[in-house]
């Protein structure tokens, strides 16, 4: 039973890896367990905890917001990451030398129960919103495998919003719950 808030620190890579080319999470919650009751007002929180403002392989131009399962607005990056079994980090958005770093995408959430997930509280990979008028950060994930599930909590992977017309709003991350209906 979760009767807390659970996190993870956010991610470190500034930059694709220079040998793989590709970009690597380095935190994430993984909760392996046979059964998962997450009790009323307690949170499974990543907001912001994807990669940082110019940061991750949805990153796009100045003032967008990340791209991740959904494009950021005004000129964002490809989307990326599977429907299926979504495991990747939101991307942040950019921002400008003046105007300072965009809002952080959001992080991952992993959980795998071979019984039950009982979800009373919220489950949040959401994009951060830009400190200033700058992009948002995309949505990050949210991968739940279980036998059943039930509850009437939330589970979103939003991304943040813009701070004004001229600064674009995080993609949408993406969520995938396999259960045996």
């Known amino acids: 039973a979760v009767n807390a808030t659970v996190t993870h620190l956010a991610q470190s890579a500034t930059a694709p890896d220079p040998v793989s080319g590709a970009w690597v999470p380095d935190n994430r919650v993984w909760i392996v367990c046979t059964n998962l009751t997450l009790n009323a007002n307690k949170t499974i929180d990543v907001e912001g905890k994807g990669y940082d403002g110019y940061s991750g392989p949805g990153r796009g131009n100045d003032y967008s917001g990340g791209s991740h399962g959904g494009r950021g607005e005004k000129g964002s990056g490809p989307t990326y990451g599977s429907a299926e ?53 995309s949505g990050g994930s949210v991968f739940i495998t279980c036998r059943t599930l039930a509850g009437g909590g939330t589970v979103s992977a939003n991304g943040g919003t813009s701070a004004n017309v001229y600064s674009g709003g995080g993609g949408g991350g993406r969520i995938a719950v396999l259960y045996d209906p």
């Open 85 to 137: 079994a979504p495991i990747d980090p939101g991307s942040g958005g950019c921002g400008s030398t003046v105007a300072g770093v965009g809002g952080a995408g959001g992080g991952v959430i992993r959980i795998e129960a071979s019984g039950a997930v009982t979800l009373h509280g919220t489950v949040s990979a959401r994009g951060k919103p830009p400190p200033a008028v700058v992009g948002a950060g």
